[in-house]
């Protein structure tokens, strides 16, 4: 009998972003690949975007099963009626194990192959609790955590705060990994050409001689992108731009701050992109100034860039973000600091330079390669 698995995501997007490399791993191992997720509502995806991931799934063998996973942490309702939709997929096959991702996928994962008997490796895109987060946090999460624990085959974290944590839990087995990885060659080696840097500078209206600082992220407060907003405002400076690539329920938020400090033609909202990495050679600074982060796939694609970063100082994007070495790390709420850092890279070119060609060598152990290799040993063990 063929190896059967079950991949479990509360979004779609997570499919697309963090695991393809695992469906083709997992193939290639001999498994038939089963993904449950929401494929309607909460992703990062557009509708468009989501139907294409269905099709582009479908061509690979693999069978989709949508299920109404809610976005954050749900309601009872919502929760009950996501485990029974599961429940029924479950009943419908065999599984040899499931592999859950993000909170509530991670939730809802345990409990069902608890109840199937069925093995369960969770990988944790960022512990909602970490050092130096809110106390409410850590009451709410953290014991949800350690119970479901005893339910978990392995933990597979993305950080060395996560990591050190998980090691503190009952039954299940802690292990690390690098992040989700990051193409790096094809970031570092396929830099677009000056006309095709000028013709995107075109189409967002900024002047050949602008400064550029760019975020990759869903629009959400946990982003943090009004923090960036707020320090360029007190720039004053008429020759810098803020780009901002993602979709999310914060947009109208932040497109209201911008005009209420007067710089909103300076900060562009770009939606969804697939042009990321000629984006990233098309800026001067990259800005990731979340409030939590499991690690920050954007972030690393910047370094890999050649960029100097602007980061936060929490969770996972202190295992890369170097204050003075990597770009400038700020707590997430200090307009000043932020402005002070932006500022510094926007007057002296060499550092920037220095920070930039530092972080091409210091990503490249971040690379899907590395992550791909323990990946695949996970998966073989089980």
Request: proline letters at 3%.
């Amino acid at each position: 009998m063929a190896k059967t698995m079950l991949m479990i995501t509360s979004v779609a997007s997570m499919i697309k972003q963090f695991n393809m490399d695992n469906i083709a791993i997992l193939q290639d191992l001999g498994y038939q690949v089963h993904v449950a997720t929401n494929f309607k509502h909460g992703s990062t995806m557009s509708a468009e975007e989501n139907r294409h991931l269905k099709n582009e799934l479908k061509k690979l063998g693999v069978i989709a099963h949508h299920i109404d996973f809610p976005r954050g942490i749900g309601t009872p309702v919502t929760l009950i009626t996501a485990i029974h939709q599961l429940s029924d997929v479950m009943s419908s096959y065999r599984y040899d194990f499931i592999h859950c991702q993000s909170p509530i996928g991670g939730v809802c994962g345990r409990l069902i192959g608890h109840k199937y008997k069925v093995k369960v490796l969770y990988t944790a895109h960022g512990f909602q609790f970490f050092h130096g987060g809110p106390k409410k946090d850590w009451l709410l999460f953290y014991p949800i955590e350690y119970f479901l624990a005893r339910y978990t085959e392995q933990i597979i974290t993305i950080n060395n705060d996560d990591f050190s944590l998980a090691q503190h839990f009952p039954h299940a087995k802690a292990r690390y990994i690098p992040g989700v990885g990051i193409n790096y060659k094809n970031i570092t080696m396929m830099a677009p050409t000056q006309d095709k840097i000028s013709l995107l500078r075109k189409e967002f209206g900024i002047p050949e001689n602008s400064f550029v600082i760019i975020s990759v992220g869903e629009l959400s407060q946990r982003k943090n992108h009004q923090v960036i907003i707020k320090a360029l405002a007190k720039l004053k400076s008429q020759n810098v731009f803020y780009l901002i690539c993602g979709h999310g329920n914060e947009k109208k938020n932040l497109e209201l701050l911008a005009e209420k400090l007067n710089i909103s033609k300076k900060v562009k909202l770009l939606g969804y992109r697939t042009d990321i990495s000629d984006l990233l050679h098309m800026a001067d600074i990259s800005a990731f100034p979340s409030r939590r982060e499991g690690l920050g796939l954007a972030g690393l694609e910047a370094m890999a860039a050649g960029l100097p970063l602007i980061t936060s100082n929490v969770q996972g994007i202190k295992d890369y973000s170097i204050n003075g070495v990597t770009g400038f790390v700020s707590s997430p709420l200090d307009v000043d600091k932020f402005a002070i850092g932006i500022k510094t890279l926007i007057n002296d070119n060499k550092l920037r330079r220095k920070m930039g060609t530092n972080n091409i060598k210091q990503v490249e152990k971040f690379d899907i390669s590395n992550v791909n290799k323990i990946m695949e040993e996970i998966y073989s063990e089980l």
